[in-house]
């Protein structure tokens, strides 16, 4: 273990953010800046100070070279989350949603094999479907236990991810959840979905 020094007002901020989630205040926030700065540290660093605190931390990375894998990082935390969790649980805080997240994290069904299968439908409507169930499931889940999302290297995320991203993040503020993201400080196009994403906090 090596301690963590400096930053000290950036971790401040991460830690009020952790407090405000223990107390039902949702938020998401952005650790951005140069490469070798040590983002992902700090980032890290809250979630220690998150876990010392009762919540469950879940991590999520982006790739370079995986950047066209649709949600890469949604799927790695929500099956660590869904993996360790009682199914009896688990299928309570997935509720309706369950078939459609099973879609996303194929390890559900095999906590849960008796899921009905989702309906057929356009494919933009089963975007706005996915979209739901999967920021439903994360706030049902943080009102069992404050959870704490972290989402490593944005700057790679794939669109899908980021779109995402921006819909869970309008059901944040009234949850148990935190979204920490971390992202290279680049010039963003207004059109590109972390703009957006940056544009709701």
Known sequence: WVRFVGRD???SALRAAVDGAMGG?????????EPGIGKTRIAEEAGVYARLRGAQVLLGRCYET???????????????????????ALRD???????????L???????IPD????????????RYRLFESVTSFLVNA??????VLLLDDLHWADKPSLLLLLHLSRRIPASRLIVIGTYRDVELDRRHPLSEVLASL
Request: hydrophobic residues 40%; aromatic residues 4%.
């Open 93 to 103: 805080e997935l509720g309706d949603a369950a078939s459609d997240v099973a879609k």
């Open 142 to 147: 943080s009102m069992a236990n404050p959870l």
């Open 115 to 126: 899921l009905p299968e989702p309906p057929q439908v356009e494919p933009e409507q089963e």
């Open 9 to 11: 007002r950036e971790l």
């Open 66 to 88: 995986e950047a066209s894998l649709p949600y890469i990082p949604f799927v790695q935390a929500i099956r660590a989350y869904v993996t360790e969790r009682d199914p009896a």
């Open 105 to 111: 994290v194929s390890e559900i069904r095999q906590r």
């Open 25 to 33: 205040r949702g938020a998401l926030l952005m650790v951005v800046g």
